[in-house]
């Protein structure tokens, strides 16, 4: 089992046109991407840092196996913490991510384009991330106002 160990092989992405970065750069990419969060953590909308963790991670594909669903994970523990509450509702946006792939997957790819040209334009993941969190914390209040009455 390799869980949590750095990929040592290239590797490919299925029905994508992206290219990860070479195993040996892996970790460098990593403290990279932990340097932007850490640098950006005060100025950055908590919706922001969790965009660029879930693209970046994935951009970077550190793991032979689960980088998709450690991006999200990641990401939406950010989220959380960023936002300094434990987020209500259901389905969580990880749940609403993994149902319909197909808005995650162009986001990603928005991302991707951009950086091309060296720019973080995380606007397409942004949008997306901003809606699903609105969808989890409206049925939460659902939730909330049903139950209580």
């Not at 994935?58 to 523990?77: E, L, Q």
Request: net charge negative; hydrophobic share 45%; glycine share 4%.
């Amino acid at each position: 089992m390799l869980a949590g160990t750095y990929r040592n092989t290239p590797v490919e992405i299925g029905q994508s046109s992206h290219v990860p970065p070479e195993h040996f750069f892996v970790p460098e990419k990593v403290n990279a991407l932990c340097d932007y969060v850490n640098k950006n953590w005060d100025t950055k909308s908590a919706i922001h840092l969790a965009a660029y963790v879930l693209w970046r991670l994935n951009w970077i594909h550190p793991f032979a196996d689960g980088n998709g669903r450690t991006s999200r994970a990641v990401m939406y523990v950010i989220l959380n913490i960023r936002l300094d509450a434990l987020l209500a509702g259901a389905p969580t946006i990880p749940d609403q991510i993994a149902s319909d792939k197909a808005p995650y997957y162009s986001a990603l790819e928005a991302a991707d384009e951009a950086w091309k040209s060296q720019l973080v334009d995380l606007s397409v993941m942004e949008d997306l991330l901003e809606s699903m969190l609105a969808k989890q914390l409206v049925n939460a209040v659902q939730e909330a106002t049903s139950s209580s009455t």
